[in-house]
T-cell receptor, first 111, second 113 residues
Framework: DAGITQSPRHKVTETGTPVTLRCHQTENHRYMYWYRQDPGHGLRLIHYSYGVKDTDKGEVSDGYSVSRSKTEDFLLTLESATSSQTSVYFC??????????FGQGTRLTVV | GNSVTQMEGPVTLSEEAFLTINCTYTATGYPSLFWYVQYPGEGLQLLLKATKADDKGSNKGFEATYRKETTSFHLEKGSVQVSDSAVYFCALRSGGGADGLTFGKGTHLIIQP
């Protein structure tokens, strides 16, 4: 299995609070991604990174920011959580763009 | 923009039945196509892929052929097992390695003994 770890695995937070999710990889892969999974929508890309300090927006980036200060870590921040951000968040990594490996997911509930 | 369309289900079959899950896509250029599988409570796992027209991806008895003329990548298996019960996602990537995947909504497959 690819070395990719998401933390926390579960989190409940209140509306308006900041939340940071972490994705850590041990594969030294260049590309990292954050997706959210919602019923009826499949997975949708939030942000992605193609190198240290190199990030870009995906399809559903509003309300989210990311940072990648070192190859192995990709952080997703919700500056002020809203109920519409209740979701399951997946991190993925890719070395070549042809084989993506996914983390176990983080279930976030905003109350 | 890119999009992927697949039946959502649930699709319920008996063990040893033939499986087809349809997937069609819209994309710029020449995308790579993928099928991912998600078991309950887990992340997605790559099941198979095809990177150019007429390629056939295969794994664990599953197959899919990249059909450019019909913009399709249908997933098939000749004889399903209870252990195949999962959610299956069709996906594409049309750019280089930096571009994320575009997913279909997923098909929930239930295999009954």
């Amino acid at each position: 299995d690819a070395g990719i770890t998401q933390s926390p695995r579960h989190k409940v937070t209140e509306t308006g609070t900041p939340v940071t999710l972490r994705c850590h990889q041990t594969e030294n892969h260049r590309y990292m991604y954050w997706y959210r999974q919602d019923p009826g929508h499949g997975l949708r890309l939030i942000h992605y990174s193609y190198g240290v300090k190199d990030t870009d927006k995906g399809e559903v980036s509003d309300g989210y920011s990311v940072s990648r200060s070192k190859t192995e870590d990709f952080l997703l921040t919700l500056e002020s959580a809203t109920s519409s951000q209740t979701s399951v968040y997946f991190c993925a990594i890719s070395g070549t763009g042809e084989d993506d490996f996914f983390g176990q997911g983080t279930r976030l509930t905003v109350v | 923009g890119n999009s992927v369309t697949q039946m959502e289900g649930p699709v319920t079959l008996s063990e040893e039945a033939f499986l087809t899950i349809n997937c069609t896509y819209t994309a710029t250029g020449y995308p790579s196509l993928f099928w991912y599988v998600q078991y309950p409570g887990e992340g997605l796992q790559l099941l198979l892929k095809a990177t150019k027209a007429d390629d056939k991806g295969s794994n664990k008895g599953f197959e899919a052929t990249y059909r450019k003329e019909t913009t399709s990548f249908h997933l098939e298996k000749g004889s399903v097992q209870v252990s195949d019960s999962a959610v299956y996602f069709c996906a594409l990537r049309s750019g280089g390695g930096a571009d994320g995947l575009t997913f279909g909504k997923g098909t929930h497959l239930i295999i009954q003994p």
